[in-house]
């Protein structure tokens, strides 16, 4: 079914590669954020753990993009520019 695999070639994977790459990220995404609410609670402890969750996620996510596209041709421009 197209629905289940369009997204996941567009950025060169298939559906289980792409799975297993969106579960990662939710669970460093879900982790991190008690992180966050502890901060919230206490500011003087986790101060820059969830902005450093936020830059490794982005770092591993654009990394792992370009990698994929590279081979592939599913680059956009405006990726490209990134």
Same mark, same amino acid.
């Given at each position: 079914? +197209?629905?289940?695999?369009?997204?996941?070639? #567009?950025?060169?994977?298939n559906?289980?590669?792409?799975?297993r &790459?969106?579960f #990662?990220f939710?669970? +460093?995404?879900?982790?991190? &954020?008690?992180?966050?609410?502890?901060?919230?609670?206490?500011?003087? =402890?986790?101060?820059?753990?969830?902005?450093?969750?936020i830059?490794?996620?982005?770092?591993?996510? =654009?990394?792992?993009?370009? &990698?994929?596209?590279? +081979?592939?041709?599913?680059?956009?421009?405006?990726?490209?520019?990134?």
């Amino acid at each position: 079914m +197209k629905a289940f695999t369009e997204h996941p070639a #567009s950025v060169g994977e298939n559906y289980f590669q792409h799975m297993r &790459s969106s579960f #990662s990220f939710g669970t +460093k995404m879900f982790l991190n &954020s008690f992180a966050c609410f502890a901060h919230g609670l206490f500011p003087f =402890i986790c101060t820059s753990r969830g902005s450093q969750a936020i830059s490794d996620l982005h770092d591993r996510m =654009i990394a792992h993009r370009h &990698s994929h596209c590279g +081979k592939s041709g599913n680059m956009s421009a405006l990726e490209a520019a990134e």
